[in-house]
């Protein structure tokens, strides 16, 4: 429409219908703006939902039906000002029938009034989540600042760090880190949504955490190696001391007890002192690299020693653990079965109590079939113990399982 409303408003028709009609056709102008305003105030705040929220699908499904009514309203009341109009471009009359603008205009603004209702009954429904949307894309500029500025300070912390000589490689891959965050950062301002700039903010924060916390190690690494060089070199002479009693250890295994006792231990003692040859040598290339003044190195071979020790004491543990797990055994074998036949026992009695006697009685009573052989066939000269000792805790692990079925059938 080419004309302003006020022009309308200052020359109306003065007969009674047409005075009916204009005032029809003034409510539903003001419907219209004001539907208008309601929905663009919701389309926007949508906007914002979509933009800052990743599970926005279901609001906006739910918010299309309701802007369809709206647009289909708007498009009846448009279409209703065009044939229906009382004053034409020059505010003459158009010969149109004041009673049938009448009605058009009033059903025109019903339907604009029932938009409306149903614009703010959704509005009501979501406003929270509505208006939290919007705030954090108004939000959304200052975030991206205060990023930038997070890595303008740890770029002047690098500066500093450079100057004084802590640019280690581990300083530079978190530098670079930081230059990367920063350009995904200035893409997602360019071409991407609130949300995708506040996540790229988020990491760029992150990036520059991590360089602070590079810079603050690397300033500190070079006397926490030479310190982990002296409590490392302690632990290899512990653990050859240890290693010293392998040959002994093995030699009492065998002699003491059938060789399928500690088969599964075949080659721990070489492994052992393969693994402690192995910190060995990683210990000397960290004293060479912290003499060369490379920390980052330095502390690599001592991590990798460290990891060589732990294996060489496993290996070397698990002998001297076996050897007296089974003269422990040999000394009192119904002993060794006490607390399995004790957690036996007590399945017995749950099943009792709950009932469950047909379904579990005979499964339990099997176990202790199982506990009656493996103690009988500990015949000869060398029984093998280690067999027995893995037929009870094979029990354990069966009873414990029928006990957390008995007991999840309870619930």
Partial sequence: MSRSWSGRLSRRPQDQAAQAAQAAQDGAVAAFLDLDRRQSYLMDAIDALVETSAVATSMTREWEPVKQESFAASAKYLAVAESHSLLDAADRPTGVDPA???????????????????????????????????????????????????????????TAAEKDGFAYPSVMDAAGELIDALSSLKTAETVGSSLEVRHAAAAV???????????????????????????????????????GSLPATRSALLREFSSDCSKDLSGADERAQRALAQAQEEWAAARKAIEAGQPEPAAHHLTTARARLTAAEHDGDSMGDRLRLLRQTKADPAAAAKSTRFKLRDGQLLVVDRGLVKQWGSVLDAQSARIERAAGELTGTHPDYWSYLQTLESVDVFVKNVIDRVRGEAR
């Fill in 100 to 158: 049938a603008a009448s009605a058009a205009f009033t059903d025109a603004h019903r339907k604009l009034a029932d938009a409306a209702v149903a614009v703010d009954k959704f509005y009501r429904k979501h406003s929270n989540e509505l208006e939290q949307a919007k705030s954090l894309r108004a939000a959304t500029p200052k975030i991206s600042a205060e990023a930038k500025a997070a890595a303008v300070t740890a770029e002047g912390r690098l």
């Fill in 205 to 243: 924060h992150a990036a520059a955490e991590t360089v602070d916390s590079k810079i603050a190690t690397a300033r500190s690494l070079s006397s926490t190696v030479r310190g982990s060089l002296s409590s490392v070199k302690t632990r290899i002479e512990a653990v050859t001391t240890r290693l």
